[in-house]
Protein backbone atom coordinates (compact mmCIF):
# COMPACT_ATOMS: atom_id res chain seq x y z
CA UNK A 1 0.00 0.00 0.00
CA UNK A 2 1.52 3.28 -0.94
CA UNK A 3 1.49 5.47 2.10
CA UNK A 4 1.00 9.14 0.78
CA UNK A 5 -0.73 12.44 1.72
CA UNK A 6 -4.19 12.19 1.12
CA UNK A 7 -3.95 15.26 -1.64
CA UNK A 8 -0.66 13.34 -2.69
CA UNK A 9 -3.03 10.19 -3.54
CA UNK A 10 -5.46 13.21 -5.31
CA UNK A 11 -3.12 14.24 -7.25
CA UNK A 12 -1.46 11.27 -8.54
CA UNK A 13 -5.40 9.39 -8.91
CA UNK A 14 -6.31 12.11 -10.91
CA UNK A 15 -3.11 12.06 -13.03
CA UNK A 16 -4.04 8.26 -13.97
CA UNK A 17 -7.73 9.44 -14.18
CA UNK A 18 -6.54 11.82 -17.36
CA UNK A 19 -4.49 9.34 -18.48
CA UNK A 20 -7.98 6.77 -18.85
CA UNK A 21 -9.46 9.83 -20.48
CA UNK A 22 -6.83 9.95 -23.04
CA UNK A 23 -6.86 6.26 -23.71
CA UNK A 24 -10.76 5.95 -23.79
CA UNK A 25 -10.61 8.12 -27.26
CA UNK A 26 -8.68 6.16 -28.91
CA UNK A 27 -11.01 3.41 -28.17
CA UNK A 28 -13.65 5.05 -28.97
CA UNK A 29 -12.56 5.69 -32.43
CA UNK A 30 -11.30 1.95 -33.13
CA UNK A 31 -12.61 -0.32 -35.27
CA UNK A 32 -14.45 -3.41 -34.04
CA UNK A 33 -12.27 -5.60 -34.88
CA UNK A 34 -9.44 -3.68 -33.24
CA UNK A 35 -11.19 -3.89 -30.01
CA UNK A 36 -11.66 -7.59 -30.39
CA UNK A 37 -7.99 -8.20 -31.47
CA UNK A 38 -7.47 -6.34 -27.37
CA UNK A 39 -10.46 -9.15 -26.43
CA UNK A 40 -8.37 -11.96 -27.90
CA UNK A 41 -4.91 -10.46 -26.61
CA UNK A 42 -6.47 -10.88 -23.31
CA UNK A 43 -7.38 -14.03 -23.31
CA UNK A 44 -4.55 -15.09 -24.77
CA UNK A 45 -2.73 -14.06 -21.78
CA UNK A 46 -4.93 -14.77 -19.41
CA UNK A 47 -4.45 -19.00 -20.87
CA UNK A 48 -0.69 -17.99 -21.19
CA UNK A 49 -0.45 -16.44 -17.62
CA UNK A 50 -2.49 -19.04 -15.87
CA UNK A 51 0.41 -20.23 -13.17
CA UNK A 52 1.17 -16.64 -12.06
CA UNK A 53 -3.02 -16.06 -11.65
CA UNK A 54 -3.29 -19.21 -9.70
CA UNK A 55 0.44 -18.50 -7.64
CA UNK A 56 -1.23 -15.07 -6.55
CA UNK A 57 -4.40 -16.05 -5.85
CA UNK A 58 -3.29 -18.45 -3.22
CA UNK A 59 -1.45 -15.83 -1.52
CA UNK A 60 -5.08 -14.32 -1.09
CA UNK A 61 -7.06 -17.41 -0.39
CA UNK A 62 -4.17 -17.87 2.68
CA UNK A 63 -4.86 -14.67 3.81
CA UNK A 64 -8.09 -14.81 3.77
CA UNK A 65 -8.56 -17.71 5.71
CA UNK A 66 -6.27 -16.21 8.08
CA UNK A 67 -8.79 -12.80 8.31
CA UNK A 68 -11.60 -16.06 8.38
CA UNK A 69 -13.64 -14.10 5.88
CA UNK A 70 -15.73 -17.20 5.57
CA UNK A 71 -16.45 -20.13 3.25
CA UNK A 72 -18.80 -17.83 0.85
CA UNK A 73 -16.55 -14.94 0.59
CA UNK A 74 -13.35 -17.30 -0.10
CA UNK A 75 -15.29 -19.37 -2.66
CA UNK A 76 -15.79 -15.96 -4.62
CA UNK A 77 -12.18 -15.36 -4.40
CA UNK A 78 -11.07 -18.18 -5.92
CA UNK A 79 -9.32 -18.46 -8.81
CA UNK A 80 -8.56 -22.18 -9.99
CA UNK A 81 -7.50 -23.36 -13.59
CA UNK A 82 -10.69 -24.23 -14.86
CA UNK A 83 -11.95 -20.82 -13.85
CA UNK A 84 -9.54 -18.96 -15.31
CA UNK A 85 -9.48 -21.17 -18.46
CA UNK A 86 -13.22 -20.28 -18.20
CA UNK A 87 -12.78 -16.19 -17.99
CA UNK A 88 -10.38 -16.64 -21.03
CA UNK A 89 -13.58 -18.16 -22.69
CA UNK A 90 -16.02 -15.55 -21.23
CA UNK A 91 -13.23 -12.55 -23.21
CA UNK A 92 -13.64 -14.63 -26.33
CA UNK A 93 -17.30 -14.89 -26.20
CA UNK A 94 -17.79 -11.55 -25.37
CA UNK A 95 -15.53 -10.41 -28.49
CA UNK A 96 -18.05 -12.56 -31.14
CA UNK A 97 -21.15 -10.32 -29.79
CA UNK A 98 -22.43 -7.66 -31.87
CA UNK A 99 -20.50 -4.36 -31.42
CA UNK A 100 -22.73 -1.82 -29.46
CA UNK A 101 -20.66 1.17 -30.86
CA UNK A 102 -22.78 3.01 -33.58
CA UNK A 103 -25.97 0.82 -32.82
CA UNK A 104 -29.24 2.81 -33.88
CA UNK A 105 -31.71 3.51 -31.34
CA UNK A 106 -33.90 5.42 -33.41
CA UNK A 107 -34.68 7.65 -36.81
CA UNK A 108 -36.47 9.90 -38.09
CA UNK A 109 -36.87 12.74 -40.88
CA UNK A 110 -37.92 15.91 -40.03
CA UNK A 111 -40.46 17.73 -41.81
CA UNK A 112 -37.88 20.60 -42.78
CA UNK A 113 -35.85 17.50 -44.24
CA UNK A 114 -33.62 17.40 -41.23
CA UNK A 115 -32.51 13.61 -40.45
CA UNK A 116 -32.48 12.94 -36.58
CA UNK A 117 -30.17 9.53 -35.61
CA UNK A 118 -29.73 8.28 -31.82
CA UNK A 119 -26.84 5.91 -31.83
CA UNK A 120 -24.67 3.83 -29.09
CA UNK A 121 -21.85 5.47 -27.79
CA UNK A 122 -19.13 4.60 -24.88
CA UNK A 123 -19.16 6.02 -21.88
CA UNK A 124 -16.01 7.48 -21.42
CA UNK A 125 -14.12 6.40 -18.56
CA UNK A 126 -16.03 3.88 -15.85
CA UNK A 127 -15.07 3.09 -12.87
CA UNK A 128 -15.52 0.09 -10.26
CA UNK A 129 -15.59 -0.93 -7.09
CA UNK A 130 -16.67 -4.15 -6.26
CA UNK A 131 -15.26 -6.91 -3.97
CA UNK A 132 -13.16 -10.67 -3.40
CA UNK A 133 -14.10 -11.16 -7.11
CA UNK A 134 -11.09 -11.59 -8.77
CA UNK A 135 -13.45 -12.72 -11.94
CA UNK A 136 -14.63 -9.30 -12.15
CA UNK A 137 -11.65 -7.67 -13.03
CA UNK A 138 -11.71 -9.60 -15.92
CA UNK A 139 -15.70 -9.43 -16.86
CA UNK A 140 -15.84 -5.52 -16.75
CA UNK A 141 -12.77 -4.80 -18.21
CA UNK A 142 -13.43 -7.41 -21.83
CA UNK A 143 -16.63 -5.62 -21.42
CA UNK A 144 -15.60 -2.01 -20.86
CA UNK A 145 -12.93 -2.65 -24.61
CA UNK A 146 -15.81 -4.32 -26.26
CA UNK A 147 -17.95 -0.94 -25.53
CA UNK A 148 -14.87 1.33 -26.22
CA UNK A 149 -14.85 2.62 -22.38
CA UNK A 150 -11.64 2.80 -20.44
CA UNK A 151 -11.91 1.29 -16.93
CA UNK A 152 -10.59 1.71 -13.36
CA UNK A 153 -10.74 -0.70 -10.97
CA UNK A 154 -10.61 -0.87 -7.12
CA UNK A 155 -10.70 -4.66 -6.24
CA UNK A 156 -10.67 -4.86 -2.61
CA UNK A 157 -7.68 -5.91 -0.38
CA UNK A 158 -9.04 -9.32 -0.33
CA UNK A 159 -7.82 -10.21 -4.28
CA UNK A 160 -5.05 -7.50 -4.06
CA UNK A 161 -2.20 -10.53 -5.22
CA UNK A 162 -4.84 -11.89 -7.57
CA UNK A 163 -5.91 -8.60 -8.97
CA UNK A 164 -2.24 -7.24 -9.48
CA UNK A 165 -1.28 -10.31 -11.42
CA UNK A 166 -4.63 -9.56 -13.82
CA UNK A 167 -4.54 -5.99 -14.49
CA UNK A 168 -0.78 -6.64 -15.55
CA UNK A 169 -1.36 -9.27 -18.32
CA UNK A 170 -4.82 -6.61 -19.18
CA UNK A 171 -2.49 -3.54 -19.55
CA UNK A 172 0.22 -5.95 -21.48
CA UNK A 173 -2.44 -7.19 -23.89
CA UNK A 174 -3.93 -4.09 -24.68
CA UNK A 175 -0.17 -2.69 -25.81
CA UNK A 176 0.27 -5.94 -27.77
CA UNK A 177 -3.12 -4.69 -29.67
CA UNK A 178 -1.79 -1.36 -30.27
CA UNK A 179 -3.76 0.61 -27.43
CA UNK A 180 -2.94 2.45 -24.80
CA UNK A 181 -2.38 0.69 -21.36
CA UNK A 182 -3.78 3.27 -19.59
CA UNK A 183 -7.45 2.34 -20.88
CA UNK A 184 -7.11 -0.26 -17.95
CA UNK A 185 -6.04 1.23 -14.70
CA UNK A 186 -6.43 0.31 -10.62
CA UNK A 187 -6.10 2.56 -7.57
CA UNK A 188 -5.94 -0.76 -5.52
CA UNK A 189 -2.30 0.59 -4.56
CA UNK A 190 -4.41 3.29 -2.86
CA UNK A 191 -6.56 1.02 -0.54
CA UNK A 192 -9.74 3.15 0.64
CA UNK A 193 -8.07 6.24 -0.18
CA UNK A 194 -8.37 5.18 -3.75
CA UNK A 195 -11.84 4.44 -3.53
CA UNK A 196 -12.39 7.34 -1.99
CA UNK A 197 -10.86 9.59 -4.41
CA UNK A 198 -12.29 7.60 -7.19
CA UNK A 199 -15.99 8.61 -5.73
CA UNK A 200 -15.15 12.36 -5.54
CA UNK A 201 -13.80 12.50 -9.42
CA UNK A 202 -16.66 14.18 -11.05
CA UNK A 203 -15.34 15.16 -14.69
CA UNK A 204 -12.86 12.67 -14.46
CA UNK A 205 -14.86 9.70 -14.43
CA UNK A 206 -18.60 9.11 -16.06
CA UNK A 207 -20.14 6.35 -14.40
CA UNK A 208 -19.41 4.63 -11.36
CA UNK A 209 -20.49 0.82 -10.69
CA UNK A 210 -19.89 -0.68 -7.03
CA UNK A 211 -20.46 -4.47 -7.14
CA UNK A 212 -20.33 -6.00 -4.03
CA UNK A 213 -22.05 -6.41 -0.42
CA UNK A 214 -25.50 -4.07 0.53
CA UNK A 215 -22.75 -2.23 2.81
CA UNK A 216 -20.74 -1.33 0.21
CA UNK A 217 -23.17 -0.39 -1.96
CA UNK A 218 -24.72 1.43 0.44
CA UNK A 219 -21.35 3.18 0.54
CA UNK A 220 -21.01 3.74 -2.75
CA UNK A 221 -24.42 5.55 -3.51
CA UNK A 222 -24.36 7.94 0.01
CA UNK A 223 -20.61 9.06 -0.60
CA UNK A 224 -19.91 9.33 -4.70
CA UNK A 225 -19.87 12.54 -6.30
CA UNK A 226 -20.12 10.90 -9.67
CA UNK A 227 -23.40 9.18 -11.47
CA UNK A 228 -23.47 6.00 -9.97
CA UNK A 229 -25.50 2.30 -11.53
CA UNK A 230 -26.85 1.08 -8.58
CA UNK A 231 -26.26 -3.21 -8.46
CA UNK A 232 -28.04 -4.16 -5.63
CA UNK A 233 -27.99 -7.47 -3.27
CA UNK A 234 -29.97 -10.07 -3.48
CA UNK A 235 -32.82 -11.34 -1.34
CA UNK A 236 -34.33 -13.64 -3.73
CA UNK A 237 -37.07 -15.84 -3.16
CA UNK A 238 -38.77 -19.02 -4.89
CA UNK A 239 -42.60 -19.67 -4.43
CA UNK A 240 -44.39 -23.14 -4.86
CA UNK A 241 -47.56 -22.71 -6.05
CA UNK A 242 -50.41 -25.06 -4.80
CA UNK A 243 -50.13 -26.39 -8.83
CA UNK A 244 -46.25 -26.86 -8.27
CA UNK A 245 -44.27 -30.25 -9.77
CA UNK A 246 -42.63 -32.12 -7.32
CA UNK A 247 -40.35 -32.94 -9.41
CA UNK A 248 -39.32 -29.33 -10.56
CA UNK A 249 -40.06 -28.40 -6.92
CA UNK A 250 -37.10 -30.17 -5.39
CA UNK A 251 -34.36 -29.86 -8.60
CA UNK A 252 -35.13 -26.42 -8.89
CA UNK A 253 -34.67 -25.29 -5.15
CA UNK A 254 -31.96 -27.56 -4.49
CA UNK A 255 -29.98 -26.12 -7.47
CA UNK A 256 -31.29 -22.38 -6.38
CA UNK A 257 -29.45 -22.67 -3.04
CA UNK A 258 -27.08 -25.60 -3.30
CA UNK A 259 -25.05 -25.41 -6.47
CA UNK A 260 -23.55 -22.03 -5.84
CA UNK A 261 -24.88 -20.58 -2.22
CA UNK A 262 -22.30 -17.85 -2.08
CA UNK A 263 -23.97 -15.57 -5.40
CA UNK A 264 -26.15 -13.13 -5.69
CA UNK A 265 -28.90 -15.24 -7.44
CA UNK A 266 -28.92 -17.97 -4.73
CA UNK A 267 -32.65 -18.24 -3.17
CA UNK A 268 -32.48 -17.02 0.15
CA UNK A 269 -35.85 -17.57 1.08
CA UNK A 270 -38.57 -20.60 -0.29
CA UNK A 271 -42.52 -19.63 0.13
CA UNK A 272 -45.17 -22.08 -0.33
CA UNK A 273 -48.97 -22.49 -0.60
CA UNK A 274 -50.73 -23.99 2.11
CA UNK A 275 -52.01 -26.11 -0.01
CA UNK A 276 -49.19 -27.69 -1.55
CA UNK A 277 -47.06 -28.06 1.62
CA UNK A 278 -47.57 -31.13 2.93
CA UNK A 279 -46.51 -32.69 -0.47
CA UNK A 280 -43.96 -30.65 -1.82
CA UNK A 281 -41.78 -30.16 1.66
CA UNK A 282 -40.99 -32.99 2.67
CA UNK A 283 -39.30 -33.73 -0.59
CA UNK A 284 -37.82 -30.18 -1.27
CA UNK A 285 -36.36 -29.58 2.16
CA UNK A 286 -35.12 -33.52 2.17
CA UNK A 287 -33.23 -32.95 -0.73
CA UNK A 288 -31.57 -29.34 0.36
CA UNK A 289 -30.43 -31.22 3.86
CA UNK A 290 -28.58 -33.66 1.95
CA UNK A 291 -27.20 -31.08 0.04
CA UNK A 292 -25.65 -29.62 3.26
CA UNK A 293 -28.04 -26.54 3.86
CA UNK A 294 -29.63 -25.28 7.01
CA UNK A 295 -33.15 -24.86 6.78
CA UNK A 296 -35.01 -22.23 8.84
CA UNK A 297 -38.54 -22.09 8.77
CA UNK A 298 -41.71 -20.87 10.55
CA UNK A 299 -44.03 -22.67 12.50
CA UNK A 300 -46.12 -24.38 9.93
CA UNK A 301 -42.66 -25.58 7.86
CA UNK A 302 -41.43 -27.13 11.45
CA UNK A 303 -44.21 -29.10 11.74
CA UNK A 304 -44.13 -30.85 8.59
CA UNK A 305 -40.37 -30.99 8.83
CA UNK A 306 -39.10 -31.11 12.26
CA UNK A 307 -35.40 -31.19 11.32
CA UNK A 308 -35.96 -27.38 10.44
CA UNK A 309 -34.67 -24.71 13.00
CA UNK A 310 -37.03 -21.80 13.96
CA UNK A 311 -37.14 -18.81 11.72
CA UNK A 312 -36.42 -15.28 13.11
CA UNK A 313 -37.89 -11.88 11.46
CA UNK A 314 -34.29 -11.24 10.58
CA UNK A 315 -34.58 -14.75 8.07
CA UNK A 316 -36.61 -12.71 5.54
CA UNK A 317 -34.78 -10.39 5.42
CA UNK A 318 -31.07 -11.82 4.82
CA UNK A 319 -28.96 -12.60 1.97
CA UNK A 320 -27.08 -15.64 3.31
CA UNK A 321 -24.80 -15.97 0.85
CA UNK A 322 -24.12 -19.73 2.20
CA UNK A 323 -25.69 -23.07 2.37
CA UNK A 324 -28.68 -21.01 4.83
CA UNK A 325 -32.43 -21.02 3.63
CA UNK A 326 -35.57 -19.72 4.96
CA UNK A 327 -38.71 -21.20 4.19
CA UNK A 328 -42.41 -20.14 4.72
CA UNK A 329 -45.97 -21.26 4.22
CA UNK A 330 -48.20 -18.73 3.04
CA UNK A 331 -52.29 -18.99 2.69
CA UNK A 332 -52.22 -18.25 -0.95
CA UNK A 333 -50.66 -16.51 -3.72
CA UNK A 334 -51.83 -13.30 -2.60
CA UNK A 335 -49.87 -14.05 0.29
CA UNK A 336 -46.78 -14.70 -1.66
CA UNK A 337 -46.78 -11.50 -3.33
CA UNK A 338 -47.09 -9.59 0.20
CA UNK A 339 -44.28 -11.30 1.34
CA UNK A 340 -42.46 -10.67 -1.48
CA UNK A 341 -43.62 -7.01 -1.54
CA UNK A 342 -41.91 -6.83 2.15
CA UNK A 343 -38.90 -8.28 1.87
CA UNK A 344 -37.37 -8.33 -1.58
CA UNK A 345 -34.28 -6.42 -2.78
CA UNK A 346 -36.09 -6.15 -6.31
CA UNK A 347 -32.76 -8.69 -7.24
CA UNK A 348 -34.98 -11.99 -8.55
CA UNK A 349 -38.30 -14.07 -7.72
CA UNK A 350 -39.67 -17.62 -9.41
CA UNK A 351 -42.81 -19.19 -9.09
CA UNK A 352 -42.97 -23.09 -9.59
CA UNK A 353 -46.35 -23.20 -11.12
CA UNK A 354 -48.99 -25.10 -13.48
CA UNK A 355 -51.13 -22.48 -13.54
CA UNK A 356 -51.26 -19.82 -16.06
CA UNK A 357 -53.55 -17.62 -14.46
CA UNK A 358 -51.08 -17.76 -11.27
CA UNK A 359 -47.76 -17.81 -13.31
CA UNK A 360 -49.18 -14.86 -15.20
CA UNK A 361 -50.26 -12.62 -11.93
CA UNK A 362 -46.75 -13.34 -10.29
CA UNK A 363 -45.00 -11.91 -13.55
CA UNK A 364 -46.95 -8.60 -13.75
CA UNK A 365 -46.70 -8.12 -9.82
CA UNK A 366 -43.50 -8.78 -8.65
CA UNK A 367 -41.49 -5.64 -9.48
CA UNK A 368 -37.75 -7.43 -9.42
CA UNK A 369 -35.15 -6.95 -11.88
CA UNK A 370 -36.00 -10.65 -12.69
CA UNK A 371 -39.49 -12.67 -12.86
CA UNK A 372 -39.10 -16.08 -13.64
CA UNK A 373 -41.51 -18.86 -14.45
CA UNK A 374 -40.37 -22.21 -13.25
CA UNK A 375 -36.56 -21.94 -13.55
CA UNK A 376 -33.81 -21.54 -11.41
CA UNK A 377 -32.69 -18.58 -10.03
CA UNK A 378 -29.29 -19.19 -10.85
CA UNK A 379 -30.36 -18.29 -14.37
CA UNK A 380 -29.91 -14.66 -13.17
CA UNK A 381 -26.33 -13.70 -14.72
CA UNK A 382 -25.25 -12.10 -17.97
CA UNK A 383 -22.90 -15.12 -19.32
CA UNK A 384 -26.74 -17.27 -19.01
CA UNK A 385 -28.52 -14.26 -20.60
CA UNK A 386 -25.91 -14.64 -23.62
CA UNK A 387 -23.97 -11.34 -22.84
CA UNK A 388 -20.43 -13.39 -22.66
CA UNK A 389 -19.93 -11.91 -18.93
CA UNK A 390 -21.76 -9.35 -16.73
CA UNK A 391 -20.77 -5.83 -15.31
CA UNK A 392 -23.52 -6.75 -12.26
CA UNK A 393 -26.45 -7.01 -11.75
CA UNK A 394 -29.09 -4.01 -11.31
CA UNK A 395 -31.83 -3.41 -9.26
CA UNK A 396 -32.67 0.32 -10.05
CA UNK A 397 -35.01 1.49 -12.72
CA UNK A 398 -33.24 3.95 -14.37
CA UNK A 399 -31.15 3.02 -17.42
CA UNK A 400 -30.01 -0.53 -16.56
CA UNK A 401 -31.89 -3.22 -14.93
CA UNK A 402 -31.16 -6.75 -14.28
CA UNK A 403 -27.82 -8.17 -15.73
CA UNK A 404 -25.79 -5.78 -17.30
CA UNK A 405 -23.75 -6.18 -20.35
CA UNK A 406 -22.33 -4.42 -23.01
CA UNK A 407 -25.56 -1.49 -24.47
CA UNK A 408 -25.60 -0.75 -20.40
CA UNK A 409 -21.94 0.38 -20.83
CA UNK A 410 -23.24 2.79 -23.43
CA UNK A 411 -24.56 5.98 -23.28
CA UNK A 412 -26.28 7.74 -27.05
CA UNK A 413 -25.65 10.67 -28.42
CA UNK A 414 -27.82 12.33 -31.56
CA UNK A 415 -27.11 13.13 -35.00
CA UNK A 416 -28.14 15.63 -36.96
CA UNK A 417 -27.56 15.87 -40.69
CA UNK A 418 -29.01 18.99 -42.34
CA UNK A 419 -29.05 20.72 -45.59
CA UNK A 420 -28.59 24.38 -44.73
CA UNK A 421 -31.75 24.57 -42.51
CA UNK A 422 -31.96 27.49 -40.18
CA UNK A 423 -34.67 27.44 -37.56
CA UNK A 424 -37.93 30.27 -37.44
Same mark, same amino acid.
Given at each position: ??????????????????????????????????????????????????????????????????????????????????????????????????????????????????????????????????????????????????????? +? /????? @? #? %?????????? *??? $?? =??????????????????????????????????????????????????????????????????????????????????????????????? +? /????? @? #? %?????????? *??? $?? =????????????????????????????????????????????????????????????????????????????????????????????????????????????????? *???????????????????
Amino acid at each position: MTENTPAQIETVIHERLRASRDASRGLAIATGAARNAALEAIAAGIESGVERIVAANALDLEAGRRADIGAGLLDRLRLDEPRILALAAAVREIAALPDPIGQGVRASTLPNGIRLSQVRVPFGVVGAIYEARPNVTIDIAALAIKSGNAI +V /LRGGS @A #A %ENSNRVLVAI *LRD $AL =VLAGFAADAITTVDDFGRDGATTLMAARGLVDVLIPRGSASLIQAVLTTAQVPVIETGAGVVHIYLDETARLDWATDIVENAKAQRPSVCNAVDT +V /LVHRA @A #A %ERVLPAVLGA *LTR $AG =VEIYGDEQTREIYPAARPATAETWDTEHMSLVVGVRVVDSLDGALEHIRAHSTGHTESIITESVSASERFLAEVDSAVVMVNASTRFTDGGEFGFGAEVGISTQKLHARGPMG *LSELTSTKWIVRGDGQARK
